[in-house]
């Protein structure tokens, strides 16, 4: 169990290193500190996501898809979940 937390830990600070690299390419480093404290005093999260996922795409080169399951791995489960509520929601006006 404690190597589950710090793999947790070392990918929030991944992410924070993709946020900064992100937003400092298209921000300036002013507002990548800004971002990042935004992000820790107000558990307003939603800049480092998008600065992790351009980060990782821009700076890093990485795919977008991967760039995106980086910022957001949430998106894993949403997506197939979504796809399947239109696939049901349509199977049930058929009838």
């Keep these: 169990m404690p190597l589950v937390f710090v793999a947790v830990i070392v990918y929030g600070i991944a992410q924070f290193i993709a946020a900064w690299a992100g937003i400092e390419l298209y921000l300036g480093p002013l507002w990548a ?3 990042l404290l935004v992000a820790v005093f107000f558990r307003f999260t939603l ?3 998008l600065g992790a996922f351009f ?3 821009d700076v890093w080169q990485w795919h977008w898809a991967l760039a995106a ?3 957001a791995p949430g998106l894993v489960f949403v997506v197939p979940g979504v796809i399947s509520g239109f696939l049901h929601r349509g199977e049930n006006q058929l009838r």
């Design 33 to 35: 500190g800004a971002a």
């Design 69 to 71: 399951v980086f910022a």
């Design 55 to 57: 980060g990782a795409m």
């Design 47 to 49: 800049p480092v996501t």
